[in-house]
Nanobody, 126 residues
């Protein structure tokens, strides 16, 4: 079955960096776009997303210029590099895969992602 496993979360001071990884298995990784979302309260918030080839990326306004997303299709892994972290970045971070047609129209809609990891906690102290 499809599995997504996040890792790399932790506790970091404001201004610091973390790199999250999302390792996938169970279906052809390179066929699916991947997104990162986070949840600190009730709402699940879009963070970043990357196309199947890695040629197209999207970011939430709140993380633009601080976060980057990349993928290694040979390793079935997507990465989220988070720099200049702020206390408001504190959340559980989830990766998810999407096979939705015309994904580029819906990249920020969590309902368009069909498989999710279990999440990894990121805590940024002030």
């Amino acid at each position: 079955q499809v599995q997504l496993v996040e890792s790399g979360g932790g506790l970091v001071q404001a201004g610091g960096s973390l790199r999250l990884s999302c390792a996938a298995s169970g279906r052809t990784f390179s066929n699916y776009a991947t997104g990162w979302f986070r949840q600190a309260g009730k709402e699940r918030e879009f963070v970043a997303a990357i196309s199947t080839t890695g040629g197209t990326t999207y970011f939430a306004e709140s993380v633009k210029g601080r976060f980057t997303i990349s993928r290694d299709n040979a390793k079935n892994t997507v990465y989220l590099q988070m720099n200049s972290l702020k206390p408001e970045d504190t959340a559980v971070y989830y990766c998810a895969q999407s096979g939705t047609p015309r994904w580029s129209r819906y990249y920020s809609d969590y309902l368009r992602y069909d498989y999710w990891g279990q999440g990894t906690q990121v805590t940024v102290s002030s």
